[in-house]
Every structure is written in C-alpha cells, then in structure tokens.
C-alpha cells in the first residue's frame, strides 16, 4: 500500500493524496466525553468504509472525499 497521514483540525480532516493510485479508508467516529473520556452515546463508536454517495472511501491525487455521514443516537 501507500501510506499517507491525514490530520485533524477543527472539525474537517485533511488528506495528503498518495503519489499513485487510490487509498481506500475507513473513517472511526468516537462519541466521548472529552473531560472525562466516557461514552456519550450507544453504541459509542461508528465507522464507515463508503463515501458521500455510498461508494468505496478511497482519496485520488487531486480529488475532494466526503465520507459517508454518521449519526449518533441513544445520547445523554
């Protein structure tokens, strides 16, 4: 593969496309809570390996991903 790094910052995260080819992700959303680090929600944890528009989640040199969104329910 070709690992790439992505960081995060106020709410969007930023990829670095890979010099060739496409990266498939998977993207984990954890709902916490951030003084205490305990669960908000249940389940807790989601993850998605599709996009916007319920494709595979990959980055391309020059393109723009959207995951797919995920909803927390179940929250206090």
């Known amino acids: 593969s070709n690992p790439i790094v992505g960081t995060f910052a106020a709410g969007k995260t930023t990829i670095t496309s890979p010099a060739t080819g496409d990266v498939l992700y998977t993207v984990e959303a ?4 951030p003084a ?3 669960t908000m929600c249940s389940p ?3 993850t998605t390996s599709k996009d916007a528009t319920a ?3 990959k ?3 020059g ?3 959207t995951a797919a ?4 329910t179940g929250c206090s």
């Open 69 to 72: 969104e995920l909803d927390f």
């Open 44 to 46: 807790s944890s989601q």
């Open 30 to 33: 954890d709902a916490t809570n």
């Open 36 to 38: 205490s680090d305990a």
């Open 63 to 65: 393109a723009t991903t």
């Open 59 to 61: 980055v391309t040199a």
């Open 55 to 57: 494709m595979p989640l």
